[in-house]
């Protein structure tokens, strides 16, 4: 199992649409959480932290489940600057080895 | 103010050539990480600096990688006699608490 997984893409959604995406982790001992956004050979750049009381930035939501060992983002009312690639990232078993999952890709259509 | 930098952007190396990439992370940033990204992927974590000390660097893919950052500020990642599976992107990024990462542009290497 890999340490990180995300929903397989790519999602095709229409603007203004609701668009929830999963991560799973392996490291039950992971502390810091956090999705990142990656538009097309470009670097990441940092979307938001995950708190475990969850949080919400404008139109995102990001939630945490340490019990299921997942982590969520909930994007609503969608625009067509949201289209790129969200990854998951993870503090991983050694230190500050953080561990990313491998994206999930979103176009959002007009 | 300025964010991270790499250096160059674009490296074309022959098969068994040395490249150096650098990274200059944003100014006052005591933690530095080093990643790989293949096409179509997540970027995958080489190795980590806290000032100078290299903490970990078990992402590192074999010892022809070789990372130093010897006054804890610009880092340089080696790769010794090159191979077409080293060809990627290389991203740095810098963190001031080693949690929330800024990365650069990245240095997209091509071994041919």
């Known amino acids: 199992r890999k340490e990180v997984e995300q929903d397989p893409g790519p999602f095709n959604v229409p603007e203004g649409a609701t668009v929830a995406f999963n991560c799973t982790y392996s490291?039950?001992?992971?502390?810091?959480f956090f999705w990142y956004r990656q538009d097309c050979r470009k670097e990441p750049k940092l979307l938001m932290s995950?708190?475990?009381s969850g949080n919400e930035d404008g139109r995102f939501t990001a939630q945490l489940n340490r019990a299921s060992q997942y982590i969520s983002l909930l994007i609503r009312d969608s625009k067509l600057s949201d289209s790129a690639t969200y990854l998951c990232v993870v503090n991983g078993f050694y230190g500050q080895n953080f561990v990313f999952g491998p994206g999930t890709r979103l176009s959002v259509l007009p | 103010g300025a964010g991270v930098s790499q250096s160059p952007r674009y490296k074309v190396a022959k098969r068994g050539q040395d490249v150096a990439l650098r990274c200059d992370p944003i100014?006052?940033?005591?933690?530095l990480f080093w990643y790989q990204q293949a096409l179509g992927q997540g970027p995958e974590f080489l190795t980590y600096f806290q000032n100078e000390a290299q903490l970990d660097k078990s992402g590192l893919p074999s010892d022809r990688f070789f990372a130093e950052r010897p006054e804890g500020s610009v880092s340089t990642l080696k790769i010794q006699r090159t191979q077409q599976e080293d060809s990627a992107v290389y991203l740095c990024?810098?963190?001031?608490?080693?949690?929330?990462?800024?990365f650069g542009p990245g240095t997209r290497l091509t071994v041919t």
């Open positions: 490291n039950s001992a992971s502390q810091s």
């Open positions: 995950v708190y475990s």
């Open positions: 990024a810098s963190s001031l608490n080693g949690n929330e990462q800024y």
């Open positions: 100014s006052g940033h005591v933690s």
